[in-house]
Structure formats: structure tokens, C-alpha cells
């Protein structure tokens, strides 16, 4: 099954090391966690509802602040200076549990506007690329729709074909498959999957997809109460966790 | 369309509401009664005992006022291009319906609104016993919006995209164009905002009104929802300073305190000073009509949009306030609505606007005691007014509502 997939390579794309987070109310959500991610790299995170996961990768791409630690993204360190949280964002696209598609633009305008807007490129050519990522992920013919008349896995799907659009180096999916009914989660899947196997995207997924980190992931971890307590290839991680935490949480989802 | 076995014929369903029982019965008798005495006392005052001489006469003062006779062809000319505008503007929304779903090029409400439109042309001038020339005048600026609505239909597809695109800008220009005929000035001659008056004096300043209040109150809600606490306290103190007080003292304060916190010089005129006072107050209460819109918009649409590259005022511009102002717009044209009725204040402080003008023609011994008739005409031209800003803002929630029914 492995053998489908892609090496990763030497070349980290994200190193967070040691990173701390407290809300504003006092919730200490990040407790020094830290995560490397290789180019081509599938990370799937695991863990109990509030361990912090979801907080954990919106601060890669700059959308939570952090109080200690560093991330480095592709070589530029997350700080508090805008332009380089921008040039970061331009490079690292993110998959949203409640899809956050622009419900007033077309699926074309959906995915044209960043490309348009942020890397100024020709309309009719961002257009033609658009169309085809509409094809790739098998939502051609929706293209002139508002998101409001597509299914929940439809939507998804715009959503990942939108954040491909702007060619980013790096994928983050929130609970990509979470808000979907269980018939549409497939389809949702196999779009990843293909990203995964034929394009060597890299991706670090939030979910709670068993199959899906199985068959796709390069590495599992699974974090809880805002630290990473485990990482290891999926056939290690699903059948001899080195702790007893990821045992226990297993129990649960299995 | 609901079944029609569910829905009774409207006959059968009136008789059952209206004479289910003999309580009911009775009832419905009372009412039709005292409806139908109400009714024929207003046409009989209306048609035999109403003197509208009194409107008849002054027509021209209430439309625009003291305007110099000799200069009021500019009017003429603007009322043309607006129409034109009008026009056009209407057939080219028919011409491309959006693309998610269809769109007659003559729905049944364009049908409608062409024979009120021609009806009221004809009917209007003829009631006002206007002279036959300016009876003609009505009949050719009605005809001309007809026509540019016709050909922009018909021919609208084949106006090249880029065209189309600068279309917008219409507006603006034709208000600029429009200020620059009724004030005079490049050649023209001047007439000063004191001879403005009646319905000219009131569209201007709720024109005005309305077209500057709208930045200002985007600014200001955005200002109060800012991460920057100075921005957000001035916002917040402006916006409850003014809503906190009656319009008519600001409308004396700016008529008074303008004059002294300007050089004598600068200091606007008093029809100016007063329309300035309006865009204030209007602003800080469309502020909070906005501020309810994009508290409506959820977080995830910032963020899917700054996780996507866009900086704050791309985001803002092209994903939030859409949004937020799709969801505010019946609030915002309520105000809009408001203030237009608002501008009758000025009458107060001394301005010739439709009001001012009404209580001059009535002060005029000649008219004594036909207030009845003035206050009424002032009724219909203002619900005529509002009524067209109402139609405007449901036509355009249409348009801009992303998830038809079908």
C-alpha cells in the first residue's frame, strides 16, 4: 500500500518546535508541541476533541497566534510582521471543516479570486486552470453555481480545488470531512487520496479518518492536551502504540 | 405554486373567513359600512369640495422652487438624462439576467410598471392643467426612458463586455453633471442654493445625503469593529453622540457653530451647512446598520480568505462586506427612507424645500384653509418617492441573493 506513495524528502517545509498557546480567557490550549513535516510528507493528526489539533495547524499558517516556540514555514519564520505572514498563507492553503466557501461568488469566482487578486494573473488564464482543477475533482459542470446549490461533499471538494488553485506548496485540512454526511465523506477522501498519491502534495490532515491515515499517511501523531504524545507511521501506530495514551484513545475510535 | 387541491378558490375562502358565523357576519357588515362611508367622504372632498387650485397654481414652486424661469431648462435636461439613465439601466438588467437562472426581457411587473409610467405621464400634467408645451415635455422624457429601456433590452447582449464593465461610473458622472446644471457655473449661469426649492431642494439634499452617509457609515462600523482601540473608541463615541441626538438641534448647531469654526469665507452655504448635518446623522445610523451585517457574516469567511493570501482590505472588499452589506441593505434603505422624510426638518431652519414651500403657499391669504390639499399632495410625492426606493431595494435583494428558491 506504501509503495503508491511518494517519498517524502529531506527538505522541511514545517518545523514547530516547543510551541505554547493561551486563549485570551487563560485556556492553555498549545503545551509545547512540536511537528516537522518533510516536502511530499502526509501527516495525519489524531486525538480526543479540545487536545488542541485544530488549533495546532491554524497556527502554521499564521490564522492563531502562539506565545513560545518557533514555526518555521518553507524557511521563513511565523512572527508578528504582516507582510511575512502573507507571503506565508500565499504558499500554504488550508481546507476548512465548514467548507467557508464565498457563498455570494460562483464556484468559478471562488476559485479564481486569490489567483486574480493576490498573484495578479491573467483572468482567462487562472479561468482555464480553474476549469480543469473543476474536472480534476469532478465538479466540472457545477462551475457557474453558487456554493449554496452544491451538497455539502460537493462543496468540499470546491474548497480543495479553490486552495489548489493558488498552487500553495503545503495543504492543511481542518476536520476536512467532519460537517459531511457519511455518504459524501468518500468522495471527499478519494480527491485527497489522488492529491496525496499523484501530485506528492504536502499535507498535514486533522482527522478522525482511520482508512484514510492507513492507506495515505506517511506518519500519524496523535495529540493530547495540547502536546504531541506519539508519532509513527500508521502500521506502527494502529497496531503497537508505544503509549499508553494513544492505546486508550484508540480504544475509543476502533 | 402550492397544490391546488390545498388552496381553496379565493370566493370560497373569503366567504368562510368573512361569514364563517353570524358574529362574524355581523361583523364584516360593520366594518364594509364604516370602510365604504370612510371611502366616499374622501372622494367627495377629493373630486367636489378639495379646491386644488391651490396645487394647480404653485406647481412650479413646489417642484423647484424660486429657480429662475429663464434657467429652468437645465432641469429639463437633467430630468432627461436621468431618465435615459433610468433606462437604460432597467433594460440591461433584463438584457442579462444572472446566470444561475433565467429572466424575461418583459416580466409582468416591467409590463405593469410601463402603463402606470405612461398613465401617469399623461394623467399628471393634464390634472395640474400644466401648459401644453410642458405637457409635451412630460410626454417626451416618459417616451425617452421607454425607448432607451426598449433598445438596451433588445440590444444590450451585443454591447462589448468591457463597456458594460464602466457602466457604474454612469452614475457618479451623471451626478456630478447633475449638480453642475442646477448650480450653474463653466459657462452656465450661477443660481445660487437660495433659489433652490420644493422637490428640487429636497431631492438634492437627500441625494446627498444618502450618496456620502454610505462611505461614512461603511467606515464607521468598520472603524468600531477595529483591533486599533483609538479608532474604535472615536467610532463608538461619534456613533452614540449623534444617535443620541434629536436631529433638529444638530440641524440648529450646524446652522449656528459651522459659521464659527470656519473662516467667514469657507463657511458653506446654509442649504449646504444643513445637508451636511444630514450625512452626519445619517451616517452614525447606518453605521449600526452595517455593524449588524458584518456581525451576520461568520468568521470562517475572513479566514478562508486570509488563509488564501488576501490582505485585510482585499478580504474586506471582495468577501465581507458583499456579504455583510447584502444583509444589511433593508435596513440601510429604511434609513434611507427616514431620511428622505428627514429633509422635511429643514423647513424648520428656514430652507425652502418641499415643507418650507408647502407653509409659504399656505400662509399666502389667497389659499387660507386648504391645507388639507397641500398636505396631501406633499403625502403622495413623498410616498412616491419612498415607494420607488422601496421597489429598488427588494429588486436588488433579488438580484444579489445567492440562493434562489428553485
New interface residues.
Given amino acids: 500500500m506504501s509503495s503508491a506513495l511518494h517519498p517524502p524528502t529531506a527538505h522541511r517545509m514545517i518545523e514547530a518546535s516547543g510551541v505554547h498557546k493561551w486563549y485570551p480567557n487563560g485556556f492553555h490550549a498549545l503545551r509545547g508541541a512540536s511537528l516537522s513535516v518533510h516536502r511530499g510528507e502526509v501527516v495525519v493528526i489524531m486525538g480526543p476533541s479540545g487536545s488542541g489539533k485544530s488549533t495546532f495547524i491554524r497556527t502554521f ?1 499564521a ?1 492563531e497566534d502562539f506565545q513560545q516556540g518557533t514555526i518555521t514555514v518553507d524557511g521563513i519564520a511565523l512572527s508578528n510582521d504582516l507582510r511575512q505572514i ?1 507571503a506565508i ?2 504558499e ?3 481546507v ?1 471543516q ?1 467548507f ?5 461568488l ?1 464556484v468559478l469566482e471562488n476559485l479564481t ?2 489567483p486574480v ?3 495578479r494573473r491573467d483572468r482567462a488564464e487562472v479561468e482555464t486552470q480553474a476549469r480543469a482543477l473543476l474536472q480534476r475533482v469532478n465538479i466540472a459542470e457545477q462551475a ?6 452544491l451538497s455539502g461533499g460537493q462543496q468540499q471538494r470546491v ?1 480543495i480545488a ?2 489548489l488553485c ?1 498552487e500553495p506548496k503545503i495543504l492543511l485540512f481542518d476536520e476536512p470531512t467532519s460537517a459531511l454526511d457519511p455518504e459524501m465523506v468518500r468522495e471527499v477522501l478519494e480527491v485527497m487520496q489522488d492529491l496525496a498519491r499523484d501530485e506528492g502534495m504536502t499535507m498535514v490532515v486533522v482527522t478522525h479518518e482511520v482508512r484514510f491515515a492507513r492507506e495515505v499517511a506517511h506518519r500519524v501523531v496523535l495529540m493530547d492536551h495540547g502536546e504531541v504524545v506519539e508519532e509513527a507511521p500508521p502500521e506502527l501506530f494502529f497496531t503497537n502504540p508505544a503509549h499508553q495514551r494513544t492505546r486508550a484513545f484508540l480504544d475509543q475510535i476502533l | 405554486m402550492s397544490h391546488p387541491a390545498l388552496k381553496p378558490p379565493l370566493g370560497t375562502r373569503l366567504r368562510s373567513e368573512l361569514f364563517g358565523s353570524p358574529g362574524n357576519s355581523a361583523l364584516t357588515l360593520v366594518l364594509l359600512a364604516a370602510l365604504g362611508s370612510a371611502a366616499f367622504g374622501l372622494l367627495h372632498w377629493g373630486l367636489v369640495q378639495a379646491r386644488w387650485a391651490v396645487v394647480r397654481a404653485n406647481s412650479t414652486l413646489f417642484a423647484v422652487g424660486r429657480y429662475p424661469l429663464d434657467q429652468q431648462w437645465r432641469l429639463w435636461l437633467l430630468t432627461a438624462l436621468l431618465a435615459a439613465a433610468a433606462g437604460l439601466a432597467w433594460g440591461l438588467l433584463r438584457s442579462h439576467p444572472r ?2 437562472r433565467g429572466g424575461e426581457l418583459w416580466p409582468r411587473n416591467d409590463r405593469i410598471a410601463v402603463v402606470l409610467l405612461a398613465a401617469t405621464a399623461l394623467a399628471v400634467p393634464w390634472w395640474l392643467r400644466l401648459e401644453p408645451l410642458i405637457q409635451a415635455r412630460w410626454w417626451g422624457i416618459t417616451a425617452l426612458l421607454l425607448l432607451v429601456r426598449w433598445a438596451a433590452g433588445h440590444w444590450g447582449q451585443r454591447l462589448p463586455a468591457r463597456l458594460l464593465a464602466l457602466l457604474p461610473l454612469l452614475w457618479p458622472l451623471l451626478y456630478l453633471v447633475g449638480m453642475l446644471l442646477i448650480n450653474g457655473g463653466v459657462g452656465l449661469l450661477p443660481v445660487p442654493p437660495g433659489d433652490w426649492g420644493g422637490l428640487l431642494l429636497t431631492l438634492i439634499a437627500a441625494s446627498f445625503a444618502i450618496l456620502l452617509c454610505f462611505p461614512l457609515g461603511v467606515l464607521l462600523a468598520l472603524g468600531r469593529r477595529s483591533d486599533l482601540p483609538l479608532l474604535r473608541w472615536g467610532s463608538v463615541l461619534y456613533i452614540e453622540f449623534i444617535r443620541g441626538a434629536p436631529l433638529i438641534t444638530l440641524l440648529f448647531l450646524g446652522q449656528n457653530m459651522i459659521g464659527f469654526l470656519l473662516p467667514g469665507g469657507l463657511a458653506p452655504d446654509r442649504v449646504w451647512r444643513a445637508a451636511w448635518v444630514l450625512t452626519f446623522f445619517a451616517a452614525a445610523y447606518l453605521a449600526e446598520a452595517v455593524r449588524a451585517g458584518l456581525v451576520a457574516i ?1 468568521p ?2 475572513l ?9 485585510v482590505p ?1 478580504a474586506l472588499r ?2 465581507v462586506l ?2 455583510a452589506l ?1 444583509v444589511a441593505l433593508p435596513t440601510m434603505v429604511g434609513q434611507f427612507i427616514s431620511l428622505l422624510q428627514d429633509t422635511t426638518m429643514l423647513s424648520l431652519v428656514g430652507l425652502m424645500e418641499l415643507m418650507g414651500t408647502a407653509r409659504t403657499v399656505m400662509a399666502n391669504p389667497a389659499y387660507l384653509g386648504r391645507n388639507a390639499e397641500v398636505y396631501l399632495t406633499l403625502a403622495v410625492l413623498f410616498w412616491c418617492c419612498c415607494a420607488a426606493l422601496g421597489l429598488g431595494s427588494r429588486a436588488l435583494e433579488r438580484r ?1 441573493d ?3 428558491a428553485s
Fill in positions: 499558517n490564522l502573507d498563507r500565499r500554504v492553503g488550508m476548512f465548514q467557508n466557501l464565498f457563498p455570494h460562483t479570486l486569490a487578486l493576490v498573484r457557474d453555481k453558487f456554493p449554496g446549490q474548497a479553490r486552495s493558488m | 446566470r444561475d461568520p470562517g469567511q479566514e478562508a480568505a486570509r488563509s488564501l493570501g488576501l490582505t482585499q471582495t468577501v458583499p456579504q447584502r444579489l445567492p440562493n434562489p
